[in-house]
């Protein structure tokens, strides 16, 4: 019998582990390929690749980022290849089966939950080894019915088959996210999340796990991200992990977890801190909100002070980024009260803080509860909100304005200096730096046309233009350091028009050759040559002290920036003013 078994992932470099661990399990009776591709690619084309593998059968991994792409795929899938079974499962397709099975004729199954135990048996039952009634965890339709079988006891995680060993994936390890998981379920219940669902958390072979790391590393990986939904919830787990991690990896490798950072004991980030290497780790933190009501409306429970000082304490520690997560239109949370959470979550400095927006997944107890906070939201996934009895459309589109220039100013790190300077000293808070920014950008329609490094400073100008009471000199100052800071040669097309002109450069020079201690004793230190010191120096006009600056003031004066290129280092500057 030829099985595929497939799915689309949101990019090239994400990797499927559900199908994986289907594989693994339908062996050694059973030996499925594998079929990934992406949500980008064409459905003719995925159409034709599974049509010229001639299936039997074919499963499809659904998510909400996948389904609407995945529909047309077996809509397509059933016409040119008629007698091929379709069998669809994934966290999408679990809840509100009946709908599915009775809007789409081309799905003859639907595995619900946990699909191991489920996808082995009804290939034996394909395969003449199984009757039908025997298949558990499965539904379908007869005669225009819906038939539901019972689930299979949940699985001991300890005895599944390693997903990690298949030929045909170790080509593609190094250039690809690979997923690990090291327990199954989540103990909270946050009422918008579909891990709430599953009560109780089970744990897989800590021994296998370490195997299966090992194997990894190996073999090339260099991102490896575990999908447990709540990884330190047991202190000893964690604690072991993090020790194995620390002294058994390889070069280049990073870990990606989701922590629940409340929970996170001091002297385990303390460790961290002590023995991590630097960029090993790197941490997921969903805040989500931090207003207390809306919290205790959908179960979670959350003490923010003592996120904030793990959060704190990490960041402190220098050696693990963390990635926070918030989520606009939960219930009871206005305009005014997510502004509130931003700026609560942003006043932490993370490396990256992602806005997202509610989405009423199916089978969370959120989308049942929908009418009671008057929700509207599209019916079609990924199911986002429009609006609540409390945040109206407007109010979204106003926040994703700021989520747009969030991305781009502050998650991608092109301007720190700049940004913190306007969130601190120029603005009332961060959320109406972002906000406004942001709305200025969509109205010039910046959004719908790309950009350059040297665009985004200035649009950044153009908009700081229309602010009132601003020093735009001080700011294109800070702005000209950022923008510099990165470069290890003299950039060609700077995004500013002041320039020195020729004679005054000539006597800055000059005065340079002549004395190079008046750009600091380290610059003398260099011993530059006159040929160097023309081909890889920059002098601009400045109305900063760069050396104030440093110290984290900003303090006006009158004269130049001498900025000194060096390959593999960061630019050399200094004041340059000439008695």
């Not at 502004?339 to 803080?353: G, H, I, W």
């Not at 709305?439 to 665009?455: A, P, V």
């Not at 920036?561 to 000439?578: K, N």
């Amino acid at each position: 019998m030829n099985i595929v078994l497939a799915t689309l992932n949101a990019k090239y470099i994400h990797t499927n582990l559900a199908i994986r661990y289907l594989k693994a399990s339908a062996r050694p009776q059973f030996d499925p390929e594998l079929a990934e591709y992406t949500i980008k690619d064409p459905a003719f084309n995925i159409v034709s690749d599974l049509f010229q593998k001639q299936p039997d059968v074919v499963g499809f991994s659904c998510y909400i980022w996948n389904i609407e792409e995945t529909i047309r795929v077996i809509k397509m899938l059933k016409t040119v290849l008629p007698n091929t079974k379709i069998v669809l499962g994934g966290p999408e397709v679990s809840y509100d089966v009946h709908d599915w099975l009775k809007k789409y004729e081309e799905i003859d199954f639907i595995i619900m939950g946990e699909g191991e135990v489920s996808f082995k048996e009804l290939m034996h039952y394909f395969n003449g080894d199984m009757p039908l009634e025997d298949v558990r965890g499965i539904c379908y339709l007869v005669d225009g019915k819906v038939k539901i079988h019972a689930q299979p006891p949940k699985i001991d995680l300890r005895e599944l088959a390693t997903p990690f060993r298949f030929e045909e994936d170790l080509p593609h390890l190094g250039k690809r996210i690979q997923y690990i998981e090291t327990s199954r379920g989540c103990p909270f219940q946050c009422q918008f999340c579909l891990s709430s669902i599953e009560v109780g958390v089970r744990y897989f072979s800590r021994d296998k796990i370490k195997e299966d790391i090992r194997f990894l590393m190996n073999n090339g990986a260099k991102t490896i991200k575990f999908v447990d939904r709540t990884f330190n919830i047991s202190r000893s787990y964690a604690m072991e992990m993090f020790q194995f991690l620390i002294d058994e990896h390889q070069p280049g490798v990073v870990f990606q977890f989701e922590i629940t950072a409340d929970i996170m004991r001091p002297e385990v980030i303390q460790f961290l801190n002590d023995n991590a290497p630097k960029g090993l780790f790197r941490f997921e933190i969903g805040v989500q909100s931090t207003n207390d009501l809306t919290n205790e409306l959908v179960k979670r429970r959350q003490n923010f002070e003592k996120l904030k000082r793990t959060v704190t304490m990490v960041k402190e520690g220098g050696k693990i980024d963390q990635h926070l997560d918030l989520i606009a239109g939960l219930p009871e949370e206005d305009y005014s009260s997510f502004r509130d959470t931003f700026n609560d979550v942003f006043a932490m400095r993370p490396e990256e803080l992602q806005l997202g927006f509610l989405k009423l997944l199916r089978g969370t107890g959120l989308r049942l509860e929908a009418p009671k906070y008057g929700y509207t939201y599209v019916d079609m996934a990924p199911y986002e909100i429009f609006s609540n009895n409390v945040l109206t459309f407007d109010d979204i589109v106003r926040i994703k304005h700021a989520e747009d220039v969030l991305e781009k100013y502050w998650n991608a790190h092109r301007m720190d200096n700049t940004i913190e300077y306007l969130v601190t000293d120029i603005f009332d808070t961060p959320f109406d730096f972002f906000q406004s920014f942001g709305t200025y950008w969509e109205n010039k329609g910046w959004s719908r046309i790309g950009h350059q490094l040297e665009d985004l400073f200035r649009r950044l100008i153009e908009f700081l233009q229309t602010v009132p009471n601003i020093e735009l000199d001080v700011l294109k100052n800070i702005m000209q350091i950022d923008y510099l800071l990165p470069h290890q040669f003299q950039p060609r097309k700077p995004w500013w028009d002041e320039r020195a002109n020729s004679e005054q450069l000539k006597e800055l020079y000059s005065a340079i050759r002549n004395n190079p201690a008046i750009v600091g004793e380290d610059f003398a230190a260099m011993q530059v040559s006159e040929k160097d010191l023309f081909k890889h120096s920059l002098i601009i006009p400045s109305t900063i002290s760069y050396e104030d600056f440093t110290n984290g003031q900003v303090s006006k004066k009158q004269g130049y920036l001498f900025t000194y290129f060096r390959h593999g280092q960061q630019p050399y500057f200094a004041d340059l003013i000439l008695q």
